[in-house]
């Protein structure tokens, strides 16, 4: 763990009327800034879909206690650029601020205009040091290159950095989009016997007559419902995320998918053999990857076709046709994503501190994810944190 020595925040220069910031502590700011919030997720290239407007607002919704909500948001002549969806809470005893959704996230972060970045991120840090009652705001799940680091570089007081999570992507490749140029770009990379047996396994599948397609987005919540109770079979008999077993996690799913997909932010992707369900996997679009956020297959499917190559050049087609990067395995580096070579891309920890208390809760959190990853294995063990969805190709 690295921690940033305590620095004195200077006064904005020309300071005026073109600069506004405040915390919104009442519940119904989170639909009057909706369109605001929305506009302002387009305009922040390094956010996920974790950051989009439908997925803190449905999860707000479901999972959200009143009173708690800290909304902390910057505007310039009228236009927001700077948005931290926080919630207040108490962890280990200490109070802190944490971001909306982040037990059901991957990635945490905050929503900033580049073109505003650096007196957007000035006056964020001021609302949030002036907003009392917590000691620390912790977040969990930081990509490289997020916003939060930007918040963390202008933070006056101590700061605390750890490793968090290692995920893992794999490119969509070069070329016309298809639905066979994303996975062939993937198996280039593999070694040729290797390679041929992945062919040999996708020519299984389209033997077979499996087909794939998206739901529309008027049909995704039935078609999240209908993916989720696939996972609950799949899972049968052996331990299983129990967060995803809850009524509350399957109505957040099903409200967050329906808005996403409606402004082409999620796809749920349906496979049906003979006119049959029996496969379905929810796919987050983000502004550079596409996220593979969780799956259901009937439990027999996995001894007949490798459901996980099936959903992976699906995966990577829909990258190609939106024009995005390629395909984020998100949270974990277990062996079995691993066989086809993806980038390695490690989030961190990042613990930004308001009061004395601030330094006691982070190493009482180094230490809890310290004793975490030894129960767990060690490296990679991060991935199994508590509350984190289930990433797609979970064999």
């Avoid at 933070?155 to 893992?168: A, D, G, K, M, Q």
């Avoid at 047996?197 to 299984?204: D, S």
């Avoid at 679009?285 to 992976?312: C, E, N």
Wanted: charged share 25%.
């Amino acid at each position: 763990m690295t921690v940033t020595a305590p620095s004195l925040l200077t006064a904005p220069p020309g300071a005026s009327t073109e600069w506004s910031a405040e915390v919104h502590r009442d519940e119904q700011a989170l639909i009057a800034l909706a369109d605001d919030l929305r506009d302002l997720y387009e305009r922040s290239p390094s956010a996920t879909p974790f950051q989009a407007y439908e997925w803190i607002k449905s999860w707000w919704g479901w999972y959200g206690t009143r009173g708690r909500l800290r909304l902390a948001t910057v505007r310039h002549r009228g236009r927001l650029v700077a948005a931290a969806p926080l919630a207040s809470g108490v962890r280990h005893g200490f109070p802190v601020l944490v971001p909306i959704a982040a037990d059901q996230s991957d990635f945490t972060d905050v929503l900033l205009d580049p073109v505003h970045a650096d007196g957007a991120v000035r006056h964020l840090v001021r609302a949030l040091l002036d907003e009392r009652g917590w000691c620390a705001l912790d977040l969990r799940e930081v990509r490289p290159g997020s916003a939060a680091h930007l918040v963390a570089a202008q933070w006056p007081r101590r700061t605390w950095r750890t490793p968090s999570s290692v995920c893992l992507e794999l490119p969509a490749g070069g070329g016309d989009a298809g639905a066979g140029a994303g996975i062939d770009a993937v198996l280039d990379r593999l070694p040729r016997r290797t390679a041929g047996k992945m062919r040999a396994k996708l020519r299984k599948i389209d033997v077979r007559g499996i087909t794939a397609e998206s739901v529309p987005a008027d049909q995704v919540p039935g078609a999240v419902h209908a993916l989720l109770d696939l996972h609950a079979r799949q899972w049968r008999g052996r331990p299983i995320n129990p967060e995803h077993t809850r009524g509350r996690f399957r109505r957040h799913l099903a409200e967050a998918a329906a808005g996403m997909a409606r402004d082409g932010r999620a796809a749920v992707l349906q496979y049906r053999w003979d006119g049959r369900l029996v496969a379905s996997d929810l796919v987050l679009i983000g502004h550079r990857h596409v996220g593979a956020y969780l799956y259901g297959a009937l439990p027999d499917l996995r001894s007949r076709v490798d459901v996980s190559l099936m959903m992976l050049r699906e995966d990577l087609a829909l990258a190609r046709d939106r024009r995005r990067e390629g395909v984020s395995l998100l949270r974990g580096d277990e062996p079995y994503k691993l066989k086809w070579r993806p980038a390695a891309v490690r989030n961190e920890r990042i613990i930004l501190g308001r009061t004395a208390p601030a330094a006691a809760y982070a190493g009482l959190a180094r230490t809890r994810a310290y004793l975490s990853e030894r129960r767990r294995g060690g490296p990679g063990a991060h991935a199994g944190l508590p509350g984190s969805a289930s990433p797609l190709l979970h064999d």
